[in-house]
């Protein structure tokens, strides 16, 4: 139907509808588009591929001619971050959108650079880079995780390498993409299920190096703060020397290469045998040493003169003990002579004031039926039961009064006082 006006009874046919858009889109012209390549295929020389925003969840497809790809001074993959001149394209016949590729870049390494290094910095200032944040690793993992794509290089060389050092360690794979757009929502995740796992005690992010842009997914602000807020220990083996990604710098500890990190991650079993011999040899050696040290110095003591012969000591002191035992015998029987004088003493004094030394001179003790020493005759009236003790034995008396009071016998006679001679 010719171009005309369009009513309900005058419609346009399915071509002139496709064929009106694309002269309107043939007037948008050529463009310059920024975005990371998500897909990249060739058939018959031509190549197919989708541009993903670098920022948002928008992808477009694309279209490059082999001639414009023959003119191409780069190589290009999956993953590479680009600027592309693009000019939309109609397909009138199957009635789809593309844009056609005229011509392809990378984008500048300077500017990528710029963007990870002010990232970098602002990290850094929140402290995510500081050594006082590194955790040790445990010195024998029993359960390894590993954040790597699924049959990779990386993944063969950690796992051949841990098990040659140490047979019996066991590893537990959280496999995503390492590059591309799905890479950094798939490591994020990895590296969240793997920190649940109370049974990992450290965690190995792995890849086989590659191109710097291919490794950009390791400098996402994502799989960093990921990695930092992880409470198991993490080991970045990126294998990338130059331009470090930013998950080496906030990571507990960064192997060059996935080998690296395998023999930094887990001991080798005989390097430990061996050390423990080593160990095992010094001691000996030490305690050989102080054993033998002990005994020279005991040798050394008992060759001394003072220790060579005993008996000098018992000979020196045989002499002076003779002699103190001698003087301390006879303090011994001075104190007993002066004591037994002393004895001697006390008994004359205890004889002359006892009673019965009073009786031996004849006297008696008379006393009473109540056991009372009878003073007075009046205090024995007659017919008192009396008892008299003599020097040798007691009588039984009985009181028969007060006897009459004996005279007095006369005073001896004063000799005469001799004469006085005359003057």
């Not at 002269?23 to 591929?49: A, C, F, H, P």
């Not at 049974?199 to 590659?210: D, K, L, P, T």
């Not at 015998?329 to 002579?337: C, G, I, K, Q, W």
Request: charge should be neutral.
């Amino acid at each position: 139907m010719a171009d005309g006006a369009n009513t309900r009874e005058t419609p346009w046919s399915v071509a002139t509808v496709s064929t009106k858009i694309k002269e309107w889109i043939d007037r948008l012209g050529m463009i310059w588009v920024e975005g990371e390549i998500t897909q990249w295929g060739g058939s018959n020389g031509n190549t197919y591929g989708k541009l993903k925003d670098c920022d948002a969840d928008v992808t477009v497809s694309f279209t490059m001619w082999s001639s414009v790809r023959a003119k191409l001074p780069e190589q290009f993959a999956q993953g590479d971050r680009v600027i592309a001149l693009m000019k939309p394209n109609w397909w009138v016949k199957g009635g789809t959108l593309s844009m056609q590729v005229y011509d392809l870049r990378h984008v500048g390494l300077g500017d990528l650079l710029e963007r990870i290094e002010r990232l970098r910095r602002q990290l850094a200032a929140e402290g995510l880079f500081a050594p006082d944040r590194k955790r040790r690793l445990p010195f024998l993992p029993a359960v390894v995780g590993l954040v790597t794509a699924r049959d990779s290089d990386a993944e063969h060389d950690v796992r051949r390498n841990a098990t040659l050092r140490w047979p019996a360690v066991e590893f537990r794979a959280a496999y995503a993409s390492v590059q591309g757009d799905r890479a950094v929502p798939e490591v994020v995740a990895a590296i969240q299920r793997l920190d649940a796992d109370p049974e990992v005690e450290v965690i190995i992010v792995a890849r086989g190096g590659g191109d710097f842009q291919n490794l950009l997914a390791f400098s996402d602000e994502r799989v960093v703060r990921a990695a930092a807020a992880a409470t198991t220990p993490i080991v970045s083996a990126i294998g990338h020397e130059a331009d470090r990604p930013l998950l080496d710098e906030v990571a507990d500890l960064r192997a060059s290469t996935p080998t690296d990190a395998a023999k930094r991650v887990v001991p080798d079993v005989g390097e430990e045998l061996a050390r423990v011999e080593q160990v095992r040899a010094r001691l000996g050696m030490r305690m050989t040493s102080l054993l033998t040290r002990e005994v020279d110095r005991i040798g050394h003591l008992r060759a001394r003169p003072v220790l060579a012969d005993g008996r000098w000591i018992i000979d020196r002191r045989a002499e002076e003990l003779t002699r103190w035992v001698a003087r301390g015998s006879e303090l011994a029987d001075r104190v007993v002579e002066r004591q037994a004088s002393r004895v001697a003493e006390l008994r004359g004094h205890l004889r002359a004031l006892s009673p019965q030394a009073t009786l031996d001179r004849g006297y008696a003790i008379v006393q009473g039926p109540d056991g009372h020493v009878v003073r007075a005759a009046a205090q024995a009236p007659a017919g008192t039961a009396l008892t008299v003790t003599l020097a040798e034995g007691a009588l039984a008396a009985e009181s028969r009064g007060a006897a009459p009071h004996p005279a007095e016998p006369a005073p001896p006679a004063q000799p005469a006082e001799p004469a006085t001679p005359a003057e």
